[in-house]
C-alpha cells in the first residue's frame, strides 16, 4: 500500500479512480496531513459490486471447513502484524499506543478466529412429520455492505467481516473517511490468507458513498456503526429495497454506583467508561449516578486519581493513556458541550480545557473533565458528547435510580457498581440496555452478543446470534407418499 495515497481496495488489488478525485487524512495528533484517499466513484462502485456478486459465488460455495481454515490463517496474520498495524490505528485514530497494542488488533483478530471456528458447526435441523418431513438451510444472503465508525477502525472492521464471510457472504465495507487504512489492511490480509478476490472489497469516501451502496439493490445487507442520526437515514435508504440492516449506534449510558460498591472499583470503572479512548466509545457510562451516602468518598477518589493518573500526551508514547480526539472538528464540538454543561450550571469540578501536549501543539487534546451537580434534564447529561466529559448525579433510592437511568431514548449500556448480588442482579433485569456490567465496564468479549436497545441500534453483532443474522433459513418439505388433492 503506498504511504501517501491510498486507493480502493476492489478484487484483490488497489484499484485507480478515474477523475483521481479524494481527500486527506489529517493526524488527530499533530493536525498534519498523513496520506490522501481516492474517493470510489460511481464506475468504481459499481465495478465493486460486480466484484461482490463474483465473489459471493465463488465463497458460498466454499465448503464450511475451507472457509474456517482461510479465515484462521487471517486471524493469524493479524496477530502477527499486532504491532504495524496498531500503530497505524493509533496514527489514523489519535488513540494512545498502550490501549492499540493490546486491544484493538487482537479483538478484531479474535472476531474473525471465533465465527470461523464457529460456521462448520451451524447445522440445519431436521424434523418429521408423519411420513412426510422438513429440514432448514441456513443460507448466507449475497453480497453485504458494512460502514464503519472512526473509534475503533480495524475492530469495527473485522468484526463485520468476520461473522458476514464465516456465513458465506461476501462483503463491500466502507470505512470512515477520517480513518480510511484499517479495513484497506484487513483486505490485503484476507487476500494473502487466501480469501478469493472479490470476497471483501474496501471502497473509501463519506455519507454519499455510503449511500449509493446503501440504496443498490444487488446489497442484501447493511450493518452500520455510527450515530444514531446516519442510522436513521441509513435505514430509511435501506428500506426502499427492503435491505436487512445491523445498526450499532450510539448511546448516553448510565453507570450507577450504590453504596455498598467497592469504592476504588467503581472509581476505576467510572474512569475507563469515560477516559478510556478519550471518551470516544459508544457504550461509554458517562451518566454516573453516584448514591448520597458514599458520594464525598467516591468523588474526593476519581478527582484524585484523575488528577494523578490521567497522562495526555502524544498517541505513541507508551506512557500516554488518554490520547487526541479524532478532528479539530470534534474537538470543537466536545469544548461546546463543556462551555454548554456550564452555562447550564453544573459544577465544573476537573478538566474542562483544551490541551496542547509537548510535540503536538495543534493535535485535538482537552482534558479528561468532570461535572458534578448535574440534573436529567441538561444537555450534558441527555446528549452523547463523544469525548471525555463525565457527568456525576447524586441518587438516594434504588427505584429512583433505576426511573432515571432509563428516562433516555438511548439504550445501549449500562453498569453497576455493588456487592448485595440480589440488588444487583434485581437492577440490572430492570435496565433498558443491551450490553450490561456488574462490577465491570467495557469489556467485550466476541462470544458475547452486543448491540443497543431502543435507538441505540438493530440486530447484535458478536455472538452466536450475530451468525444467524448473515443467513436466511429455507425449509424444506419432502412428500414420501403419492400425493393427492381435491382436483
Ligand atoms: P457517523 O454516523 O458520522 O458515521 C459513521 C459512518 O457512516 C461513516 O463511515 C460515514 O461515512 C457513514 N455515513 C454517514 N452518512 C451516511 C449515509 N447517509 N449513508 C451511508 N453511510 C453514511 O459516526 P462516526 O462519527 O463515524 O462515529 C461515532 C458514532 O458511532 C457515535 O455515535 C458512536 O456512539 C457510534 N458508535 C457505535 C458503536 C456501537 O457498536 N454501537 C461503536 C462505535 C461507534
Given amino acids: 500500500m503506498s504511504s501517501t495515497l491510498l486507493k480502493n481496495f476492489i478484487h484483490g488489488r488497489y484499484v485507480d479512480n478515474a477523475d483521481k478525485s479524494g481527500f486527506d487524512v489529517l493526524s488527530p495528533a499533530t493536525g498534519e496531513v ?26 458460498s460455495g466454499t465448503p464450511a471447513i475451507e472457509r474456517a481454515r482461510i479465515l484462521q490463517r487471517a486471524a493469524n496474520l493479524l496477530r502477527e502484524r499486532n504491532d504495524e498495524l496498531a500503530r497505524i ?40 412429520v408423519g411420513d412426510d418431513f422438513f429440514y432448514t438451510r441456513h443460507e448466507p444472503l449475497g453480497v453485504c455492505f458494512g460502514i464503519g465508525a472512526w473509534n475503533y477502525p480495524l475492530q469495527i472492521a473485522c468484526w463485520k ?35 478469493p478476490e472479490g470476497v471483501f472489497n474496501v471502497v473509501q469516501g463519506d455519507g454519499k458513498v455510503g449511500q449509493y451502496l446503501v440504496q443498490h439493490a444487488a446489497i442484501a445487507k447493511v450493518s452500520l456503526t455510527g450515530e444514531v442520526g446516519t442510522g436513521k437515514k441509513v435505514m430509511a435508504a435501506a428500506a ?24 476504588d472499583e467503581a472509581v476505576t470503572g467510572a474512569m475507563l467508561g469515560n477516559f478510556y479512548t478519550q471518551g470516544e466509545v459508544c457504550t461509554n457510562g458517562t451518566r454516573v449516578f453516584v448514591h448520597e451516602s458514599c ?7 476519581l478527582i484524585k486519581r484523575t488528577k494523578d493518573n490521567v497522562i495526555v500526551g502524544n498517541p505513541l508514547d507508551p506512557k500516554t493513556n488518554l490520547g487526541a480526539l479524532i478532528s479539530h472538528k470534534h474537538l470543537q464540538k466536545v469544548l461546546s458541550y463543556i462551555q454548554i454543561g456550564i452555562d447550564e450550571g453544573a459544577t465544573l469540578a476537573f478538566g474542562g480545557q483544551q490541551l496542547k501536549p509537548e510535540g503536538c501543539e495543534n493535535g485535538n487534546f482537552v482534558s479528561p473533565t468532570i461535572f458534578t451537580n448535574c440534573t436529567d434534564d441538561m444537555r450534558i447529561t441527555r446528549e452523547e458528547i463523544f469525548g471525555p466529559v463525565m457527568s456525576v448525579l447524586k441518587f438516594s433510592s434504588e427505584d429512583e435510580v433505576i426511573k432515571r437511568a432509563n428516562n433516555t431514548d438511548f439504550g445501549l449500556a449500562a453498569g453497576i457498581f455493588c456487592q448485595d448480588i440480589r440488588r444487583a442482579h434485581r437492577v440490572i433485569a430492570q435496565l433498558q440496555a443491551g450490553i450490561c456490567w456488574i462490577n465491570a465496564y ?6 458475547m452478543p452486543v448491540g443497543g436497545y431502543k435507538q441505540s441500534g438493530i440486530g447484535r453483532e458478536n455472538g452466536v446470534e450475530a451468525f444467524k443474522s448473515y443467513t436466511q433459513t429455507k425449509s424444506i418439505y419432502v412428500g414420501m407418499n403419492k400425493l393427492e388433492g381435491p382436483f
Wanted: aromatic share 8%; net charge negative.
Fill in 34 to 59: 498523513i496520506y490522501a484517499v481516492e474517493t470510489a466513484d460511481e464506475a468504481l462502485l459499481e465495478q465493486t459490486v460486480q466484484s461482490a456478486q463474483q465473489g459471493f459465488i465463488t465463497w
Fill in 89 to 128: 490505528e493509533v496514527l489514523d485514530t489519535g488513540k494512545p499506543w498502550q490501549e492499540a497494542a493490546v486491544v484493538d488488533v487482537q479483538t478484531g483478530a479474535d472476531a474473525i478466529e471465533y465465527f470461523a471456528n464457529l460456521c462448520p458447526s451451524m447445522m440445519g435441523e431436521q424434523q418429521s
Fill in 161 to 195: 467481516a468476520a461473522v458476514a464471510l464465516a456465513a458465506g457472504n461476501s462483503m463491500i465495507f466502507k470505512p470512515s473517511e477520517e480513518t480510511p487504512r484499517g479495513a484497506a489492511l484487513l483486505a490485503e490480509i484476507f487476500i494473502e490468507a487466501g480469501v
Fill in 240 to 263: 426502499g429495497t427492503l435491505k436487512k440492516v445491523t445498526m450499532e449506534l450510539g448511546g448516553k449510558s448510565p453507570l450507577i454506583v450504590f453504596d455498598d460498591a467497592d469504592i
Fill in 295 to 301: 458520594y464525598d468518598t467516591f468523588m474526593a477518589r
Fill in 442 to 447: 467495557g469489556n467485550s468479549p466476541v462470544e
